[in-house]
């Protein structure tokens, strides 16, 4: 039997008897971890003394590839209580980046491979900024933010790439999301 995860369409002021749609939970995991080898195979792309050039105003890619680490590792700490690794030094080159990617990753993967702390609800990091989140704070919501997050920024690892003149090879081209 196929289990049902059930959310409400709208839930910025919806009636506690809103109608709720029935969503079969689907498996992002290996698409994640897809994305991540992505983000370590763009970093790689770039030469060493180039990684923090951008545009004015605008982050290079060492920088964007810290914040990726530490907004995974902060989420992961003060919301749902589990290990912190440790940020990039901010002079890290390539292969320390695509490291950290992967170690912030390991410790992603596994909070998804736990079914009951996917489950659990949870509260917004201490200090962060009051959004409008879902009635029900959730590891799925938690989990989906921080895909969202590495989507974004991989368009605009993608883009610094891009400013900087150097091609994305075929053999690690990744269709866009």
């Given amino acids: 039997m ?16 809103a109608q709720l749609m029935s969503f079969v939970p689907i498996a992002l ?3 994640w971890a897809d994305l991540n080898e ?9 030469p060493p003394g180039r990684l ?3 545009p004015e105003g605008e982050w290079g890619v060492r920088e964007v590839a810290r914040h990726i680490v530490g907004g995974r590792d902060h989420w992961l700490a003060n ?19 695509q490291a950290a990617l992967r ?23 201490d200090g962060d900024p009051r959004y409008v989140d879902p009635p029900e704070f959730r590891g799925h919501y938690v989990a ?11 368009a605009q690892l ?14 690690i081209r990744r269709r866009p999301l």
């Fill in 2 to 17: 196929v289990s049902r995860l059930n959310a409400r369409v709208v839930f910025l002021e919806a009636a506690a008897d």
């Fill in 79 to 97: 919301s749902l209580g589990r290990e912190r690794g440790r940020l990039p030094a901010e002079d890290a080159d390539g292969s320390e980046l």
């Fill in 144 to 154: 989906f933010h921080r895909l969202a997050h590495d989507v974004l920024h991989r």
């Fill in 52 to 54: 923090d050039q951008s």
């Fill in 158 to 171: 993608l883009d610094r790439i891009r400013d900087l003149g150097i091609e994305v090879p075929e053999t």
């Fill in 103 to 125: 170690g912030s990753w390991d410790r992603i993967a596994s909070f998804l491979a736990d079914a009951e702390a996917l489950d659990r609800e949870y509260e917004p990091p």
């Fill in 38 to 46: 992505h983000l370590c195979d763009l970093v790689e792309l770039v």
């Fill in 29 to 31: 995991g290996a698409y």
